[in-house]
């Protein structure tokens, strides 16, 4: 015979409660869940254009400005955002605005990983923006979103050497930089960026940040592990995450060594300019006061070839550029890129050492070394030159690398311009010596 078992009252609410718990929890969606039954509902309209919950309720105010924030918790690393970005964009095959990155840490037993989507991070001292020499990034005030100017870049590249965050990209055959400009279009009409419309787990978001706090937080708060100091350009970008990350969290990448384009073009300039100048240095210290026939005839042809090296420097210089018919515009970054200054330095070296050259070559030695005008032209040419040579320094410092800072490549520079300056007065010897035999 068998036995009918009546449970209990409280074996009844137990498993109440429990039918209760599985049904809750199958209300609860996931992001990506919620994300396809939106579509398969048809409630938004065709290819989901716009994404109200990921953009703020009000435009930026005084003292505020748009920013990224992103979701480390929700971002799966799936580079949905890369290819959004790709195609509304219109990007070539390579380019990219938008990169997904891996930070690892923790131990073997233990092991951390995380995602991190990136662009652009719109901070409030752009060094991209300091140190272009064309003034083709300009800041909006309104909403501090920072773009990039097509029209009036012609592709030194400087701004991508000056980025800590390697955000500026070189379009080699428009030749020109481009960059993500938070689809300002688009979000100027209430529509998300790419992005964040694509995201599927809506790990990216547009808010509005006070810049204040963006400022305080970059002093207080390291922006991510392994990323370069925040106070060089205090980044508005927010990256949220309930974890706390181990000590010994990097990215992936973060001791991979990456070889860098060569830019042959500015080797030349370095090389010939800290020559140029050189030589004019040790033109004024081994020949001070002398003035026999042989050491005019040196110094006529030091001067000379040291001009020629110069104009070779200026000339190879252009090459370096993607669009070289517009290098003009070099100095009208003059107020603030260190570029620009060196432009106008080697320029005046140019002119001076020109002047002088000429007047070595077709009057008396002792004319031009006694005559207020030439000692005028000379000294223009010295001082020039040096400021030149400091300029060039003060470009590779202020990319904040550790192997360029200021007073070793100071250094380096100063000794490469006294060896190569020995170096032509010993090829002006030779050819003094040749044309007087």
């Not at 955000?167 to 400009?181: E, F, M, T």
């Not at 809506?202 to 305080?216: G, M």
């Not at 890129?337 to 077709?362: C, K, N, Q």
């Not at 040579?389 to 100063?414: A, D, K, N, Q």
């Amino acid at each position: 015979m068998s036995q009918t078992v009546t449970p209990t009252r409280d074996q009844e609410a137990s498993l109440s409660s429990f039918l209760a718990g599985l049904l809750s929890d199958q209300q609860d969606l996931t992001a990506v869940e919620r994300f396809a039954q939106v579509h398969d509902e048809c409630s938004v309209p065709a290819q989901a254009k716009y994404y109200r919950s990921l953009l703020p309720a009000r435009s930026p105010g005084p003292g505020e400005q748009y920013a990224f924030d992103v979701n480390l918790d929700q971002c799966s690393g799936c580079k949905a955002c890369v290819t959004a970005c790709h195609s509304l964009n219109g990007l070539d095959e390579n380019e990219t605005w938008r990169d997904v990155g891996l930070l690892i840490g923790g131990t073997s037993a233990l092991p951390v990983i995380q995602h991190v989507t990136s662009a652009c991070h719109h901070c409030l001292e752009p060094a991209c923006l300091e140190v272009c020499p064309t003034l083709a990034y300009e800041k909006n005030p309104l909403t501090g979103i920072v773009k990039h100017l097509n029209d009036q870049c012609f592709g030194c590249q400087y701004c991508i050497l000056a980025c800590p965050y390697d955000v500026p990209k070189y379009h080699h055959k428009k030749g020109i930089v481009r960059k993500c400009d938070m689809c300002s279009q688009r979000l100027a009409v209430g529509e998300a960026p790419a992005c964040v419309q694509a995201c599927p787990h809506e790990a990216i978001r547009i808010t509005v940040v006070s810049q204040a706090d963006v400022a305080a937080d970059c002093e207080a708060n390291a922006f991510l592990p392994g990323a370069p100091d925040p106070q060089f350009t205090q980044p508005t970008t927010i990256f949220r995450t309930s974890k706390v990350f181990p000590r010994n969290m990097l990215p992936a990448d973060y001791y991979a060594v990456r070889v860098e384009d060569g830019h042959p073009p500015l080797i030349v300039m370095l090389v010939l300019t800290q020559l140029a100048v050189g030589a004019g240095f040790v033109s004024e210290w081994l020949y001070s006061g002398a003035t026999t026939p042989l050491i005019d005839a040196v110094r006529s042809w030091q001067a000379v070839t040291a001009l020629c090296f110069g104009l070779l420097a200026l000339a190879a210089s252009t090459l370096h550029l993607g669009r070289p018919h517009l290098a003009w515009r070099a100095v009208v970054g003059l107020r603030t890129s260190w570029l620009s200054r060196e432009i106008v330095a080697f320029g005046a070296f140019a002119g001076a050492a020109s002047a002088y050259a000429v007047g070595v070559s077709l009057w008396p030695e002792t004319t031009v070394l006694t005559s207020r005008l030439w000692t005028t032209v000379r000294t223009g040419a010295l001082v020039s030159g040096l400021a030149g040579v400091f300029c060039s320094v003060m470009i590779y410092h202020c990319t904040r690398r550790p192997t360029w800072v200021g007073p070793r490549t100071l250094l380096r520079f100063l000794a490469t311009g006294a060896w190569l300056g020995l170096a032509s007065t010993l090829f002006a010897a030779a050819i003094a010596a040749a044309v007087a035999n």
